[in-house]
């Protein structure tokens, strides 16, 4: 687990405020008629699974949705457009559920993580191509007034057909980055010099048609006017037709965020400053690309994606801030794009995915009994604090058991009998079967990768042991996720156990992160403590219950 942006909305200061009687009333908790169950028809059991949750739940029929996608465990950009978000829409609008819908589910058998984009993917590609490409002007540029072939074009594009045929392409070893712009720049303005002083006409039209041509290709339209006026070498009507297409082209170039987005958005801006400025003003682009999707990937959880299902500037490439946590919200309000609390019910089969179904309206009914177990002593100290501030918490306000461990190792093997609350870290990858869970348990283990291979029986990720062995609602990243996207834990456990609130609510209001890679596993609607309240709704910080 990476210590990146550990400082996030919640860390001490803020955190001290907890457990403060200053809560304001409770809302109505999440209904049934408010949320979506999407069923992945080309998976065999996986229809009559959502059916069953549906006739459960109470779910309206028309709040059930089919789609066809791949069973596996990935789907690719644009199946996720095409074949899941897509139809959600056009569903929720057919049957004109957009303002009622607050929350969808995704039931086992819809894949769980959204690769990122294919263009966006081909950054790395795209920048590569740009530099062989200015590699290549750089070799034509040495025979500009050296090699007067006849021309295969009357124009300056493509450029090859002004130059010999076969040139072959650069020596290897080719320019480093930080000289290759240097060194093309040098040659351009040493092969104007040369060029005026060829003495046959000719010769010294093909020349300049050569460097005109290269001008273009190396710094667009910008540069090939820059050069036309330095040297008046076309008429002022030419160059003004010249400059209006340049503005024109700019002007669109404008309207397109500076910023990596969606696909289509991308390669409209590569093409348009290829356009403008030239495979210099492209590759100069590519570079920083590359290096921002390095930092900030464009894969996701599938549930934490479609949580931006109604958003109208989506940003693909990493995280984005949630508006529903209760910290946000106070701050952007009506501002704040429609953002909608999803969740999976899921496991490694089939019967896992049905197991959590039944025990969570079975512990609706008689209330979650049994022990809270807070595992601290993980890899960063300054994080112990959440956990700490939990314990002390729980402890004030709450009558259940309670057991802090704030060793540097995990609980050990049968050590926690009863178990129905649970958070702490790190034993990456390997869980440890240290729990006997209660019926209707709820929590996670706090470290990276745990559901990246949620569908494997065989995994020892703790999201899949979890499941296995009883807990009814957990969290976990499909890939390495950075402490700072968990849910802080002395918020989320403690909203929950007010009873007043369903696990999708608990979640969404302390999840700081939209479209990432965090998954919620669990019925949305399950409400653990519903029929025996553990914390008083008072004893929240104000502002945190919805």
Known sequence: MQNHRLAVSCVLTAAMAAFLPLAPPAALA????????????????????AQTYVQLRSIPDSNLLLVKTAGSYKVSRDDYDQQIAGPIR????????EDRVQSIVLMWGVPVRVMAPRDITRASAVSAKAKARLQMDHKLLSLVGKSFPKPRTTGLQPIADLFPENVPPPNQPYLKDAELLKEIDRLVAAKEVEVKKISDEADRRLATRQLMAVHLDVYGLAGLIRYLDRERLVSDEALGDLKKNLFATEARLEKIPSTVRDPKQWRQRVDLQQETGGWALV???????ADAIAKRPADAAVDSELAALWWKDMQYVGWERNPLHWRVAALVGDRAPRTLMTSRIDGPTKADALRIIKDSIATEQKGLKGTFYIDAGGKHPQYDKHLTLLAEGVRRFSKMPLVLDTKPTVFPKDSCPDAALYVGWYSLRRYVPAFTWAQGAVGWHIASFEAENLRDPDSNEWCVKMIQNGVAATIGPVAEPYLSAFPAPEEFFPLLMTGKYTLAECYWRTNPMVSWRMTLIGDPLYSPFKANPQVPLANLPRGLAP
């Open 30 to 49: 999440l209904a049934p008629a408010e949320v979506l169950v999407v069923a992945n028809a080309n998976v065999e059991g996986a229809v009559e699974l």
């Open 90 to 97: 056009d569903h929720l609008r057919e049957k004109k559920l």
């Open 283 to 289: 590759w100069s682009y590519m570079r920083k690309t």
